[in-house]
């Protein structure tokens, strides 16, 4: 476990304009993980505005990452040589939250996507 740095992240509501916080709050519990998609791009691109040094990649597959799944979405910086990913999200269904082998899934899913995005871009740290 020496060298891995995983940082879990908690946006809390009082972060969020009035507009995201409503389409959440909106969300059926049995919403589909496909419907979920532009409700995160609006809530990344929120957070991370576009006009910033910061860049939100929906469906992001990195050359390495070939034929591997895309991560659901990507947030990377734009550094002086390179963008680098600092975010790597992927969604799940709310009502999977309450079932304890997806939510194992779930994890081992994000372990070994970390940790792939960590080694291909030499990351000390990756959020997700």
Do not use: W
């Amino acid at each position: 476990m020496t060298g891995r740095r995983v940082i879990i992240v908690y946006l809390p509501s009082l972060m969020l304009s009035k507009p995201v916080q409503r389409l959440f709050q909106r969300l059926p519990a049995n919403t589909l993980e496909s419907h979920l998609h532009g409700f995160y791009d609006k809530l990344l691109n929120t957070v991370f505005p576009v006009h910033s040094r910061f860049a939100v990649f929906p469906q992001y597959l990195a050359p390495s990452q070939l034929p591997h799944e895309s991560a659901d979405f990507v947030v990377s910086y734009s550094g002086t040589n390179e963008d680098k990913p600092v975010l790597v999200l992927e969604i799940k269904r709310p009502s999977a939250l309450s079932k304890p082998r997806i939510r194992r899934e779930a994890h081992h899913q994000m372990t070994n996507r970390l940790e792939f995005y960590r080694k291909s871009f030499q990351l000390d740290v990756i959020c997700g």
